[in-house]
Structures are given as C-alpha cells and as structure tokens.
Nanobody, 122 residues
Framework: QLVESGGGMVQPGGSLRLSCAAS????????MSWVRQAPGKGPEWVSG????????QYSDFVKGRFTISRDNYKKILYLEMNNLTPEDTALYYC?????????????????RGQGTQVTVSS
C-alpha cells in the first residue's frame, strides 16, 4: 500500500512537503517516483530516486525547485516542493516501478497510491 499526504492549497511561490508511506512490500528494494496528473491531462513523471537513495532524477520543469528523498527505515518517500507555480497544480502520487528501477515512462509503474492534491493559486 502507498499512502500520500501533505498536499494542500498554497500561493504561488509557496512550499509543500509531500510524504508517501509504503507498506506490504520491501520498500528498500525499489526505486520510487513521484508522478502527477492535472485535470484533463495524462500522468506526468516528476521525480525518481534509486532504491538506496543515492541517485535522484528530476523532470526539467521541477529541477531546482523540488527535492526527492526517502527513509528506508521508516519506509517513507518525500517530495519537498519549493517556489510552486500554478502550473504545478495536480494530483501527486507516488509510484512503484514494475522492475525495481526508476523510469520516466509512467506506464512502467504497477503500483501507486491514491494521491494528494496540490493546488497553487493566489
């Protein structure tokens, strides 16, 4: 199970920290990603982190603003989001890749949470 939290409504320029609590599988064996989906659009890969946490990847539209991290002992994935813009408004969810490795192809994720809504508006 993957359960996200931490979303909400913020003004442009604001910050949020998302969390994703994992259970039911060996969290430390999987690279993990954050994916978002805005209304009327398809899923969009945001960021990924390797199983041990040593390698992180970001999409161009969040690079320098978002930071992904994980705590394998607590089985929690995080996404620190700064300098948010209205274009970041979406449902954000954490996702587990089918073959353990992070990929930007959202079709390769076989397990996801329900998501947490992020709304950026003045």
């Amino acid at each position: 199970q993957l359960v996200e939290s931490g979303g909400g409504m913020v003004q442009p320029g604001g910050s949020l920290r998302l969390s994703c609590a994992a259970s039911g599988f060996t969290f430390a064996m999987y690279g993990m990603s954050w994916v978002r989906q805005a209304p009327g659009k398809g899923p969009e890969w945001v960021s990924g982190i390797s199983a041990a946490g040593g390698r992180t990847q970001y999409s161009d539209f969040v690079k320098g603003r978002f930071t992904i991290s994980r705590d394998n002992y607590k089985k929690i994935l995080y996404l620190e989001m700064n300098n948010l813009t209205p274009e970041d408004t979406a449902l954000y969810y954490c996702a587990r890749p089918r073959d353990f490795l992070v990929t930007r192809d959202t079709a390769q994720y076989d397990y996801r949470g329900q998501g947490t809504q992020v709304t950026v508006s003045s």
